[in-house]
């Protein structure tokens, strides 16, 4: 029997997920290893919010679920669309997801074709897919970038077109590995590596840990709670 | 750490440069395919293949001498015809005894050799030059173009992009190997060559499953942004009256080499 | 330390004749065809990403290299580990890859003939590595591992034989020497190749079994590879000591049948211009002799090897 966790309440205004809910969603991988267990959350537009939690928690395999890479139990609904086989294409434009390794993000030779990619798969025309690029790499501000090689980026560089190569699908919501450069207005979902960022760029903070949200609220009050933190082996900032 | 060593491409303005690739991908292929058509000894049409050479070397901005100084890479491979110059019946031209042999080498043979070298080096010289003044995503996309399957392209577009990830794994790997493998003054480090090859083995291993799991990654990152099996492309490339020019006055001048060249 | 080009196997252009070189990249294209409509039923569309990225690693551990003797250094070709891990498709597709790219960026091989640098480095090295490695699926550990090592040997003699020929059926060596030549060469740096491909499967069977399982994409191939495998080894035996031992008669079959324009001109007093050790019987011994003690030298080599790594990890 999996122990469950209840989810302390702290303080954060109401939100009725416009942009996202999951509801009872169970997860385990093939080798037994049970990865979620029943998490249930909302995101409202504007939502910025930090997924934290130690190693393992299932963070990632979490933001997998988002735009139906993994397939686990319970409900996901995006901008009020319920996710299934039918509207995968739909959901994976409406979520943009960027792994945590720019390597793995930056599949293509050059920057144009990789930030291409992704409009080009939505079945967008070709002068759209140009237009969405362009102003996908202004966002990141490395549009002189646009013809040169993936390989001669530096890390920095490759971090950010990795966030322009979901940019230019035009997503609802941001699902990061890390905090982006820049603010952007749609709602966010980031796994902080440091939660003293967590502290200045998000309001709001999900804690995870073995496969449950253990606490969910204003990262000012999380982030004040050493016992919280402590329990689930998180730094205090 | 960049392997940047596997970059061939020189970054100017040339009017090479700017030719559209699928042009020069025909034209560098018409080139090298009129080289083998040539018939032995044709030493007219060979000094014009390298004047055909040389032409584009200057087009290209890179200098004359560019194509030549890395043209000996060729070199080696001569010695498989080597043989030739004994073989071919013909005339004796000098004789030798090397070992326990004689051998004669023969005016039919030293034609033929002779012959051989000319066309492999300066068939390599616009092999060298094609990837000189064109970015190798550009190479990738011309054939494409050309009707190469997209699933070999996109094969060889990911390992031009994964070669300089992977490489730089391997480099590191050996890196540890050689801190690793201490040895006392004055003696040889490591065990024999089995176990030289062993642990070779073992770093080919380990970086075979680590990519077997990267490309898992990477598929991951791929299906997140609406791959679904179908792989497009765009054509940045469109070809202009200048290109056709080019095409053009390239293909006269190897007709004009082949008719040098026979009769 | 940086990409190190084999040079024996990658034929440069201006070596093949054309008639040689179109004959080789028609049977490239036709395989390749096969192995597209193949690799698309059996992987589907993760198929892009696996052999993109396992190209790169082939190309990649081919850099790895190591010290041999007198400052030579062996390292890994490849065919047959591409083929045993990803099946015999998906690894021909991958090599072709690796050899595009190496005649292309490197001029490591010419792009007129790199059809039958296709066909002698991807494509059966692929068949027989595979092939062979194929009968050994569902046997022991130690005999799996010493099949693979035997079939990573043969093919690379295999390619080198199939290059001797196309050279020599395009009139640019002397088969009596370039057979021998070759296979000498080869015989060495496939014993590089089958300790190195012996090693790597190895660690990929201790560290993940399931990407090498029965039920892997590798060994979905046919049992028909098996008869594939077996029949271009038995050509390569049959032929290698054949062209070693009678060039004059295979030179006088390629002369009917219009490959070799040069020798026909003046088949008459052949011999009075040849060197005498060309058709000497020696040199077909030679070549015999050394094949047989090292097919025997390989397989008790890789199987006290494979024992050893039966013990725990060093």
């Given at each position: 029997m999996p122990i469950t966790h209840a989810t302390e309440k702290f303080n954060y205004p109401e939100c009725d997920g416009d942009v996202l809910q999951v509801r009872g969603l169970h997860f385990s991988y093939?080798?037994?290893?049970?990865?979620?267990?029943g998490i249930s959350l909302n995101l409202c537009s504007g939502d910025k919010v930090a997924l934290v939690g130690p190693n393992g928690a299932g963070k990632s395999t979490l933001m997998l679920h988002l735009n139906g890479i993994l397939e686990g139990r319970g409900e996901i609904d995006l901008g009020g669309l319920r996710l299934s086989r039918d509207n995968l294409p739909m959901i994976r434009s409406m979520v943009g997801l960027v792994f945590q390794n720019p390597d793995d993000q930056l599949f293509s030779p050059t920057v144009f074709e990789d930030v291409a990619f992704g409009p080009l798969h939505m079945g967008l025309s070709e002068s759209e897919v140009r237009v969405r690029v362009d102003s996908a790499l202004e966002a990141v501000r490395m549009?002189?970038?646009?013809?040169?090689?993936?390989?001669?980026?530096s890390v920095g560089e490759k971090k950010r077109i990795a966030i322009a190569t979901v940019l230019s699908m035009n997503p609802s919501i941001l699902v990061l590995d890390e905090p982006s450069a820049g603010l952007d207005p749609r709602a966010m979902l980031v796994s902080p590596h440091d939660t003293r960022l967590a502290q200045e760029l998000f309001p709001r903070t999900i804690v995870m840990d073995d496969g449950n949200i253990v606490a969910d609220g204003l990262t000012m009050e999380i982030l004040k709670d050493e016992e919280l933190l402590t329990a689930h082996g998180l730094e205090k900032p | 750490m960049h392997s940047d060593a596997f970059d061939r491409y020189h970054h100017h303005d040339s009017a090479l440069h700017r030719l559209d690739p699928r042009i020069k991908v025909v034209v560098a292929i018409a080139f090298i395919i009129s080289n083998a058509l040539l018939p032995d000894g044709a030493w007219m049409a060979f000094g014009l293949a390298w004047l055909f050479v040389l032409l584009a070397s200057a087009l290209s901005?890179?200098?004359?001498?560019y194509t030549f100084r890395r043209s000996f890479i060729v070199l080696p491979f001569a010695l498989v015809a080597v043989t030739v110059l004994f073989s071919?019946?013909?005339?004796?031209?000098s004789q030798f005894h090397f070992m326990m042999w004689d051998f004669t080498v023969t005016d039919a043979g030293l034609l033929r050799f002779v012959s051989i070298v000319i066309r492999s080096w300066i068939s390599v010289q616009i092999a060298i030059l094609l990837v000189a003044v064109t970015r190798f995503p550009d190479l990738i996309h011309a054939f494409e173009h050309l009707r190469v399957p997209a699933i070999l392209t996109t094969i060889i577009a990911f390992l031009y992009r994964y070669l300089f990830v992977l490489s730089d794994e391997v480099i590191r790997l050996l890196r540890a190997r050689q801190s690793r493998s201490a040895a006392a003054a004055g003696q040889r480090s490591g065990g024999g060559v089995l176990w030289r090859a062993r642990v070779s083995g073992n770093m080919a291993g380990q970086l075979f499953l680590r990519s077997y799991e990267r490309s898992d990654r990477i598929y991951n990152a791929m299906l997140a942004r609406g791959y679904a099996g179908q792989l497009l492309t765009l054509n940045p490339h469109e070809l202009h009256g200048r290109d056709w020019a080019y095409a053009v006055a390239a293909f006269l001048f190897i007709l004009a080499m082949q008719f040098v060249g026979r009769f | 330390m940086l990409y190190s080009p084999i040079?024996?196997?990658?034929i440069p252009d201006g070596f093949l004749s054309i008639v040689i070189s179109v004959i080789c990249w028609a049977i490239t294209i036709v395989t390749l065809g096969v192995a597209i409509s193949r690799t698309n039923k059996s992987?589907?569309?993760?198929?892009v990403p696996l052999m993109g990225v396992m190209a790169a690693f082939i190309f990649a551990a081919q850099m790895i290299n190591f010290p041999v003797a007198g400052g030579t250094s062996g390292h890994l070709l490849g065919g047959a580990l591409a083929a045993i891990t990803l099946g015999p498709w998906a690894g021909m597709l991958v090599m072709t890859a690796v050899i595009a790219v190496q005649g292309l960026l490197?001029?490591?091989?010419g792009l007129v003939v790199m059809g039958a640098n296709i066909l002698n480095m991807g494509l059966l090295t692929a068949a027989v590595g595979y092939g062979l490695y194929r009968s050994a699926i569902g046997s022991k550990f130690t005999i799996k591992l010493t099949v693979a090592g035997v079939a990573a040997w043969l093919s690379v003699m295999t390619g080198a034989l199939a290059t001797s020929m196309q050279l020599w059926l395009s009139g640019t060596a002397n088969i009596g020497v370039v057979v021998p030549a070759m296979l000498g060469v080869h015989a060495l740096i496939g014993l590089g190749e089958a300790l190195v491909t012996v090693a790597a499967l190895s660690f990929i069977l201790r560290t993940r079994p399931d990407l090498l399982g029965e039920q892997s994409a590798s060994a979905q191939?046919?049992?028909g590879w098996i008869l594939t495998g077996v029949l271009i080894t038995l050509a390569v035996v049959l032929l290698s000591p054949l062209a070693s031992a009678s060039p004059d008669g295979l030179n006088r079959v390629a002369m009917d049948l219009g490959f070799i324009q040069t020798a026909q001109t003046a088949s008459?007093?052949?011999?009075?211009?040849?060197?005498?050790?060309?058709?000497?019987i020696s040199a077909s011994k030679i070549v015999a002799g050394s094949i047989g003690v090292i097919v025997v030298l390989a397989i008790a080599v890789i199987t006290g090897r494979s024992l050893q790594t039966k013990k725990p990890n060093s």
């Open positions: 093939p080798d037994g290893h049970i990865a979620l267990r549009i002189s970038y646009k013809d040169r090689l993936s390989h001669h980026l | 901005d890179l200098g004359l001498g071919i019946p013909g005339k004796p031209v | 040079a024996p196997m990658h992987l589907g569309e993760r198929q490197f001029q490591d091989g191939g046919g049992r008459g007093p052949l011999a009075g211009y040849t060197v005498p050790f060309l058709s000497s």
